[in-house]
């Protein structure tokens, strides 16, 4: 089945710095890759997106990008403010959707006043 | 307010005790998920009920027992289990053929004495 890997699992930043999280995957068939952050007390919510059909997908200060060769997909975020304080994790599943989502460990982003 | 609504947010049980885990989700969707979440662990999905039945069992002990008396309810049945069964519960709804987005609720704090 897939498998994938996430680093780090700690992320400390000073506020308005960048923040990069990497995803790795294994199963190449894999063409769906969600980012879900936790807020503490919270359920994941989605944040962005990326279809195995493009490269780059941007939303505001956030953007996720995909090299499906090296199949690895990371998230970058700009400008980072206190509220991005969180924890994220990264997905994968063959289905293009909700189903058969394998996700990371999760990454603790720590913004640093 | 995801829309999701799960209850109750914590619950402590003995190891010979029968509780209920309920989830209800106010968003129309069609499919409903029960994810375990465990420290340091990536989200486990343990079952999913697609239109009312059960598509999917991920190898989860019988002392985990899902019902989805309809497409707005799902609850978990947890009977006779175990401290390392302690975790945080999650609800989650989407829409299938629709985008795959996950829509999570807050979670259910079990811990197993």
């Known amino acids: 089945g897939e498998n994938v890997e996430q680093h780090p699992s700690t992320l400390s930043v000073q506020e308005g710095d960048s923040a990069v999280i990497k995803c790795t995957y294994s199963?190449?068939?894999?063409?769906?890759f969600p980012w879900y952050k936790q807020e503490l007390g919270k359920g994941p919510q989605l944040i962005i997106d990326i279809r195995s059909n493009v490269g780059e997908k941007k939303d505001q200060r956030i953007a996720v990008t995909l090299n499906k060769t090296a199949k690895h997909f990371s998230l970058h975020i700009t400008e980072t403010q206190p509220e991005d304080s969180a924890v994220y994790f990264c997905a994968a599943s063959k289905g293009g959707g909700a189903d058969g989502l394998t996700f990371g460990k999760g990454t603790h982003l720590i913004i640093q006043p | 307010e995801t829309g999701v609504t799960q209850t109750p947010r914590h619950l402590v049980m003995g190891m010979t005790n029968k509780k209920s885990l309920k989830c209800e989700q106010h968003?129309?969707?069609?499919?409903m998920y029960w994810y375990k979440q465990s420290a340091k662990k990536p989200l486990e999905l343990m079952f999913v009920y697609s239109l009312e039945e059960r598509v999917e069992n991920n190898s989860v002990p019988s002392r985990f027992s899902p019902e989805c008396p309809n497409s707005s309810h799902l609850f978990l049945h947890l009977h006779t289990l175990q401290p390392e069964d302690s975790a945080l519960y999650l609800c989650?709804?989407?829409?299938?053929?629709?985008?795959?987005?996950?829509?999570f609720g807050e979670g259910s704090r079990l811990t197993v004495l």
């Open positions: 989650a709804s989407s829409q299938q053929e629709r985008t795959g987005e996950l829509f």
């Open positions: 199963d190449s068939a894999s063409n769906y």
């Open positions: 968003l129309g969707h069609n499919a």
